[in-house]
Structures are given as structure tokens and as C-alpha cells.
């Protein structure tokens, strides 16, 4: 079997930093907060290249606490992706505010500053970029955008750890970054964690706060927050992994080079454009077939692992149906019965890729 992803073969890999990384915070006892948490945001900060870092439980608390931070009008629209995980407009609204579903570029899967500004009203006090399947968003335009509407911005990195649009990195754009460690991300821990960015200290320290009780002191909190803490064991391996993210990067960029050279001009297969001078770190490799449901059959017959990101657009979830959002009208919604997620990772070798090609070539 071709395996879409393979942490196994990852943790063997680097099973002795793992382990290590494990035992030393269980001898230590260090399980909440502590050194492992604080030296993983240092060295987490430092990659990013932002001078502040905050780890909280998952990356869904990240967005959330990173919007409520900033401290906007109850009901504010924000404006995000209608392409992407719900994660993204479940954490506006549970902030209190109001969705806007903004739609992607079909080829990029990116929005930009075209597919925002018709969403753009006097009640949008912020944007969520979305840096999707590891391809950040064409900032300068958006960045451009939010300073003419006076918008608030939080870069949400998921799925782009170390991507970079032309020579800067994701998450030193806007006023905040939100990073997911969950276990399947390019960097992921051994369960939820999750990351806050920003070049702000005050931010920074408002969303410690807020993921802490509102604690000012162990026993003295200024208001009501929530519990939402990187522990010590997520972060101790996080910083096992993160002196080899690099190297898996390029691993998975040269993937999508094969799965491009060979898969180039195949029948009605659409493969995911890279923007000239960016950083694509290929979280998920994501091509388009108006024949998807029959390829994804055909290639699991063939043993090959395939997911779909994803199957449906946020308009067109139940739980917004209550907005009656105009869906149908998005290229999110009329793509979202093309695209396919081939296998894509550190782990694949030159017959894996092989396996892959051929199959989606036979079909």
C-alpha cells in the first residue's frame, strides 16, 4: 500500500530525540508549562521569524483567542476562505462574530485581494488569510487592502509551516499567526497543539492570558479566560521534530516536482499552481479530475491512499445554512466534487511516486 501519510515511518526515523525528548519531561515532571513549553516557543518563534510565540492547546483555540485578543466590536464581520477547514469560521463565530465566506482561486486555492474586496463592508474589521495545502496567500495585494479598509489580519498557518511568499515567511504578515500541530501537519505533535505569532508584545501577552484563566498571578486572574496550554510532552516533541522540518520540506517539495513532470498534461487532470517566487511547502498535494470519484476508487484499488480537502465548501455545511449564503456562485463549491489529495509526504520514495503516477495515468 501506497500511505497517504506515515507517522510510523516518520517516529522511526527519529525515534531516539523522540524518546528522549519524552523521558526527560516525565523525569522532570514538567507536564504543564515549564521549560519544554518555553524553550519550544523560543525555538518556534525563532523559525518563524516573529519575536513572540505562545502555545496553546490546538490550533482552533489558536484562531479563537488570536480574534478575541484583538479585542473587536461584538458582530464584526470577518472574512475567510470558503475552502478550507471549518476550524477557521467556527473560531469567528465562537468569538462572537460574523462569518463572510470569501471564495479561492481555483488553481491556487488561495484568496486574494480580487476575491476579497467585493466581501469588503463598513462593518469588516478583519480578514483571515488562509494559507492553504502549504501555499501561502499573495499578501502584499491583501496586506495592501486591510491597511485601505483599516482591517485587523490573522495569518492562519495550519497547513504552512515554513512556507514564504517571495522570501517572507507565512506569519509575519498580520497582526497574528495561528499555527495547528496537529499529528498530520508538516510539523505535528503526538496529539493537539497548537500556536500564537506576532510581532506585538501586547498581543502576545493578551493571548497568554486568555489561554491561561486570565491569570495575572497563580491565584489572581484580571478576567475570565479559558484553559487552553501547550503541555510539556506536545512541546518537547515538537522540538525533536523541528530541526528536521526542514529536510522533510524539501522531501515533499521534490515530491510534488515528480508527481508535476509526470502528471503534466494527463487527460483532464488540473494540478495545483505554484506562484512564482513562493515557498510551497506541500502540506497536501490537491489536483482536480471531473472524474475525481472514479479516480479515487481506482487508485485505492491499486492500494493507494488518497483523501479529499475538502469534499465540501463551507457555505454549503449545515452549519451555515442558516445564512442562506449564496454557495452555488463559488468556484469553492463547483470544485468541490474535483478535487483529490494524492499521497504527500517525507516518506514516499521514487517507487511510491512511481506506483502513484502510473495508476493515475492507467485511469
Not at 487552553?228 to 530541526?243: M, N, W
Request: with cysteine; net charge negative.
Amino acid at each position: 500500500m501506497t500511505k497517504f501519510l506515515d507517522l510510523g515511518r516518520q517516529y522511526r526515523s527519529i525515534q531516539a530525540s523522540v524518546d528522549e525528548a519524552v523521558r526527560a519531561v516525565i523525569e522532570a515532571q514538567a507536564f504543564v508549562g515549564g521549560p519544554f513549553v518555553e524553550r519550544f516557543e523560543e525555538e518556534f518563534a525563532a523559525f518563524v521569524g516573529r519575536p513572540h510565540c505562545v502555545g496553546v492547546g490546538n490550533g482552533t483555540d489558536a484562531i479563537e483567542i488570536a480574534l478575541e485578543s484583538l479585542a473587536l466590536p461584538p458582530g464584526s464581520e470577518v472574512i475567510v476562505p470558503a475552502n478550507t477547514f471549518i476550524a477557521t469560521s467556527e473560531a469567528v463565530t465562537r468569538a462572537g462574530h460574523q462569518v463572510v465566506f470569501c471564495d479561492c482561486d481555483p488553481e491556487t486555492f488561495t484568496i486574494s485581494a480580487e476575491t476579497v474586496r467585493p466581501h469588503l463592508t463598513e462593518r469588516t474589521r478583519a480578514l483571515i488569510p488562509v494559507h492553504l495545502y502549504g501555499q501561502p496567500c499573495e499578501m502584499g495585494p491583501l496586506m495592501d487592502l486591510t491597511r485601505e479598509w483599516d482591517l485587523r489580519v490573522i495569518e492562519d498557518c495550519a497547513q504552512a509551516h515554513g512556507a514564504a511568499d517571495v522570501g517572507r515567511t507565512a506569519g509575519t504578515f498580520g497582526d497574528l499567526a495561528t499555527f495547528s500541530f496537529y499529528p498530520g501537519k508538516n510539523l505535528g505533535a503526538y496529539g493537539d497543539a497548537g500556536a500564537i505569532v506576532t510581532g506585538e508584545q501586547a498581543l502576545a501577552d493578551r493571548c497568554r492570558m486568555i489561554a491561561n484563566h486570565g491569570r495575572i498571578d497563580k491565584h489572581d486572574h484580571l478576567f475570565e479566560g479559558r484553559n487552553s496550554r501547550l503541555d510539556g510532552l506536545q512541546a518537547a516533541i515538537l522540538s525533536a521534530k523541528l530541526p528536521h522540518l526542514e529536510r522533510w520540506t524539501e522531501a515533499r517539495r521534490w515530491v510534488a516536482s515528480e508527481y508535476r513532470r509526470a502528471l503534466d498534461g494527463v487527460d483532464d487532470l488540473v494540478l495545483p499552481a505554484e506562484r512564482p517566487g513562493v515557498q510551497h511547502v506541500y502540506h497536501l498535494f490537491v489536483v482536480r479530475s471531473s472524474r475525481r470519484d472514479e479516480l479515487r476508487l481506482h487508485l485505492g484499488e491499486r492500494g493507494i491512499q488518497t483523501g479529499i480537502h475538502y469534499p465540501v465548501a463551507l457555505p454549503d455545511l449545515k452549519a451555515y445554512a442558516h445564512l442562506a449564503w449564496p454557495a452555488t456562485q463559488m468556484s469553492a463549491s463547483r470544485y468541490a466534487g474535483q478535487i483529490l489529495s494524492l499521497p504527500m509526504g517525507e516518506h514516499l520514495s521514487p517507487e511510491d511516486i512511481d506506483q502513484v503516477v502510473s495508476a493515475v495515468r492507467d485511469f
